[in-house]
């Protein structure tokens, strides 16, 4: 058994460096889409939610309790965004 075994291991190492050369560049690439992903992500995210045009509206009262009397269960939400309405 352990005879089978090493021959096995010799058998396989002249691919194991080449394996191990891409496996490695593939995470690196990975990572890097990923914090790319991550990053798009948020931007647009961001891009998004500063749409909201509520603290700018006359209505708007900045209470945790009560932030807007016209529209309490929309205010500072993404639903907002389109607000009828709106004042200056």
């Avoid at 647009?44 to 509520?54: E, F, G, L």
Wanted: net charge positive; with cysteine.
């Amino acid at each position: 058994m352990l005879q089978l075994l090493y021959s096995l291991t010799r058998a396989i190492e002249p691919f194991l460096v080449p394996i191990c050369f891409v496996s490695a560049w593939l995470l690196v690439m990975l990572l890097g889409w990923s914090l790319f992903s991550a990053i798009a992500s948020a931007t647009t995210n961001a891009k998004r939610m500063h749409q909201i045009p509520c603290a700018y509206c006359v209505f708007f009262t900045n209470d945790p309790r009560l932030k807007c009397p016209v529209h309490p269960t929309r205010a500072m939400s993404e639903e907002a965004i389109d607000c009828v309405d709106f004042r200056n």
